[in-house]
């Protein structure tokens, strides 16, 4: 009983200490944000880039990352640096807003506008299989006439 | 109709392509053929003040240098020649900076940090502008890569251009080209 309680107050100091002294810095990996930029030099995502200003920034990205620094922080030291230009992604405010939203806006004005030209069509196709309207009397007495003139039946 | 308007895009991108195309547009060539083709209009943030550049954070034109040869060297800390071309260039501004020549680093594509670093570390003494990006100064001067060095005469145009490092044997050369200008 004793043990166990040993093991469980040991278990319980190990966990509290992994959550005090684990770094804000590990809620995001280096590794994700190298694909979320782009190497000046070659201007491919960092991730793919093997310049020499590529590993630096690499470096730079996880030097800080160990320092515990957020996410937003690195990326704004870069942007400081290197200009927006280093986010291989648009930021999602102001004007790069734009970016984000015209591609979604695309898609469902594409998406609404198939729907609206399916039921035109649709439409148009139930008019074309509408049974045709009945001759009129004289319609038919020219018709049967034409046929007759034809040596139709 | 669909081919009219295919060979009317045509045209126009000719057209565009053509009123694009100056000869002033290939720096190396112009060079080349002992022509002086004019430095291109860049405005950049002193990084490191020196020779009348400055103060830092300050932004400078190179057309505000003109009336004094410019020895534009394009650097950057994480560049290795640069790290040997460094105190040759600190030299050759020891030498010149009395005739009234600016030696003009110019770090690209660069953490500012190292930037500085890497001024500290060379006991650099010549100013430099920065281009974090580095796009405007790779496409004004058409630069291949660091380092590159640009010697500007006192009109602003470009009458001399060198890649790679410039070492303590072409220094003297270096020399004598700013002095004659």
Redesign the interface.
């Known amino acids: 009983m004793t043990r166990r309680r040993t093991w469980r107050a040991a278990f319980a100091l190990i966990a509290a200490l992994m959550l005090v002294a684990a770094p804000a810095a590990l809620a995001w990996n280096p590794t994700d944000m190298y694909r979320e930029l782009r190497c ?2 070659c201007e491919t995502p960092l991730d793919v880039s093997n310049s ?2 590529a ?3 690499k470096e ?1 990205v996880l030097e800080r990352w160990r320092k515990g620094w957020s996410e937003d922080r690195v990326k704004d030291a870069l942007v ?4 927006r ?2 986010l291989a992604t648009p930021p999602k405010s102001g004007f790069d807003l734009v970016a984000w939203v015209v591609p979604g806006v695309a898609v469902l004005g594409g998406l609404a506008g198939i729907a609206v030209l399916t039921r035109v069509w649709a439409r148009r196709r139930r008019a074309d299989d509408a049974p045709a309207a009945p001759l009129s009397d004289a319609d038919a007495a020219r018709l049967q006439s034409e046929l007759d003139r034809l040596g139709g039946p | 109709m669909a081919v009219a308007v295919a060979v009317a895009l045509l045209v126009v991108l000719l057209v565009v392509g053509l009123a694009n195309r100056g000869t002033d547009t290939d720096i190396a060539d112009a060079v080349a053929l002992g022509e002086r083709p004019p430095a291109p209009a860049l405005t950049l943030p002193v990084l490191h003040a020196g020779g009348g550049v400055g103060p830092v954070g300050r932004d400078v034109a190179l057309a505000d240098l003109r009336g004094r040869p410019v020895l534009v060297n394009v650097w ?4 290795t020649p640069c790290r040997d071309e460094a105190p040759v260039l600190e030299r050759l501004w020891r030498d010149v900076k009395g005739g009234g020549a600016l030696v003009l680093g110019i770090d ?5 940090d ?1 930037a500085r670093g890497f001024i500290r570390e060379f006991r650099l003494t010549y100013p430099s502008l920065r281009d ?4 405007r100064t790779t496409r004004g001067f058409e630069t291949t890569g660091v380092p590159e060095t640009f010697l500007i005469d006192r009109d602003g145009n470009i009458a001399w251009r060198h890649i790679g490092p410039v070492t303590a044997g072409e220094a003297g050369q270096v020399r004598e080209l700013i002095e004659g200008l």
């Open positions: 000046p030099t020499p200003a590993q630096r920034i730079f400081a640096d290197f200009g230009e280093v | 950057a800390s994480w560049c690209i594509q660069d953490v500012s190292d974090g990006n580095g796009s």
